[in-house]
């Protein structure tokens, strides 16, 4: 059931990032989002890396996971390098441009398989609730969001039945060559996207039903707390983000 | 003998902090043209037998001999002949039925089994006779249909393709009284008359008691006891692993145990002359 992991979905184990809150996931990762847009130093770029390895290290999501989504964007790397080579970019450069997209896949990797689609809603909407004088439906644009994050696991999940199913009744998908494979799956394809928004249909029924309102605690209260892990995770953050003003002068 | 489980275990998520065992080390033979029951709890791993054998999933060590065909974590050749032979109704609605109508969820089947498709417009009302249901039902969309109809179309949408072993994962599941009758006669001439062989995968024992030739209780992936129709009458071997006693069998050992001397039945009238005889 888990075996087949995508980029969006959520793994359901107990580790002390999963129980941390989603707005401070959220809002670290808005910090991190700075030095890694902002700084060109390698040094802090091989810190922050090894940050984030600790991080995924200590989600108990099996490692192989996390370097399978690099590993399937291998030729974007390759087709990087190319593009700054051709732009006459020097080792080092390549080498940090190369270190913030590794560190920010991973990081977003880690923040979607340790915090459910729940929760993400939550944390979207408590991170925006700054924004309620505006009266803008942020529980919509939260809904739309995570509905737009979890679209493709739920995709795959709904594509992995449909063939499953198809397979029993003799449209044969897991022993076939890769042509015929192409057929079985572009031919399930309909179904499929009918299905998934099915789904998402009826998630959002299913939500209504738990009369989902951001100005409730409703759900997920344990995750929902504001922990010592969760403080301890934001500080460092903020080191990194105090080192990056300093590097700059910007103080 | 059709089919042979030998010291099969079945794992999935394997080196992953969620592996979890569903089947281990199981050895049984299931024999043809009898209806076989497998009971247990929801861990138990029952309804991980039927992907097994449909060959639908794969075992994690061991093998599965199913017709000619073995199941041993290897790939099988010509896996679509063991399909057609072996009908899966999975309970969950959404492994089972994907298309949009009930039509195309009957025609699929026969379309990529190739079974007698130009008999098509004949089969596809005559399987939906066959468990209850009218060829109005054919235009509806799968999404509309109610829980005990849905059920209805997932025995249909296997009966099609008339396979030989036929495995139901909870055959009563979401069925309303009438419906559970006409599935216990359904699978009883399924049976003499059809020479099927047939797997049920159940918690129900109300159910398959008058009706199962032999009945497996497993739990935690292994079998704990294994005999007739007789082991349901154990209601303390049940009990011990989180079933349910027949109905009419805990009315029985009731009665006995106040020294009424009632013989075991599967019949309701049978027992009530029984207890009409005791009384008078």
């Known amino acids: 059931m888990h075996s087949n992991k995508y980029f969006g979905s959520y793994y359901p184990v107990d580790s002390f990032i999963h129980k941390i809150n989603p707005v401070i996931k959220l809002v670290a990762l808005f910090l991190l989002l700075i030095p890694i847009i902002g700084s060109m130093e390698l040094k802090l770029h091989v810190v922050m890396l090894f940050f984030t390895v600790m991080l995924l290290y200590s989600s108990k999501v099996p490692l192989r996971f996390y370097f399978n989504m690099l590993y399937g964007i291998r030729y974007l790397f390759i087709l990087l390098l190319f593009l700054l080579a051709s732009r006459g970019l020097d080792l080092e450069t390549a080498v940090i441009v190369l270190l913030k997209i590794v560190i920010l896949i991973e990081y977003l990797s880690l923040i979607f398989y340790t915090t459910s689609p729940n929760e993400l809603k939550y944390g979207i909407e408590k991170s925006l609730s700054p924004f309620n004088f505006l009266s803008l439906n942020l529980g919509k644009f939260a809904n739309v969001v995570v509905n737009i994050i979890t679209f493709f696991p739920l995709l795959f999940v709904t594509e992995q039945k449909v063939l499953k199913s198809a397979s029993m009744r003799g449209l044969d998908y897991y022993n076939q060559d890769i042509l015929s494979k192409i057929y079985v799956a572009s031919s399930s394809l309909k179904n499929t996207f009918r299905l998934t928004f099915e789904r998402i249909k009826e998630e959002k029924f299913a939500s209504t039903l738990r009369m989902y309102n951001v100005s409730k605690h409703r759900t997920n209260l344990s995750t929902n707390k504001i922990n010592f892990n969760g403080i301890f995770l934001l500080l460092i953050h903020l080191i990194f983000v105090a080192y990056y003003i300093y590097e700059r002068g910007l103080l | ?280």
Do not use: C
């Open chain 2, 1 to 280: 003998m059709v089919i042979k489980f030998d010291n099969v275990t079945y794992k999935e998520n394997i080196m992953t902090p969620l592996e979890k065992t569903y089947i281990k080390n199981l050895s049984l033979i299931i024999n043809e043209n009898k209806i076989t029951s497998f009971i247990g709890d929801s861990e138990s791993g029952i309804y991980k037998l039927g992907d097994l054998i449909n060959a639908s999933s794969y075992v994690t060590s061991g093998k599965i001999k199913v017709l000619n065909y073995i199941n041993d974590g290897r790939t099988i050749k010509k896996v679509n002949i063991l399909r057609m032979n072996v009908g899966l109704v999975k309970l969950n609605k959404d492994e089972m039925l994907f298309n949009k109508t009930v039509k195309d969820e009957l025609e699929f089947g026969i379309k990529y089994f190739k079974y007698k498709t130009e008999k098509k417009s004949v089969r596809v009302p005559d399987a939906l006779k066959l468990v209850g249901l009218t060829s109005d039902y054919l235009e509806k969309n799968i999404k509309d249909l109610t829980l005990s109809e849905i059920r209805k179309v997932s025995l249909a949408s296997v009966l099609i393709f008339n396979p030989s072993i036929i495995i139901i994962e909870e055959p009563t599941y979401g069925l309303q009284n009438k419906d559970r009758e006409d599935l216990k006669k359904l699978l009883t001439m399924l049976k003499t008359k059809y020479n099927k062989t047939i797997i049920l995968l159940t918690k129900d024992t109300d159910f398959i008691y008058g009706l199962t030739d032999e009945v497996f209780i497993m739990n935690k992936g292994s079998i704990v006891s294994h005999g007739g129709k007789e082991l349901l009458e154990n209601e303390d071997l049940i009990n011990t692993y989180n079933l349910k006693a027949p109905e009419i069998i805990r009315f029985i050992n009731y009665a006995n145990k106040k020294n009424a001397n009632l013989t075991y039945t599967s019949n309701i009238l049978d027992l009530i002359k029984e207890v009409y005889r005791n009384a008078f």
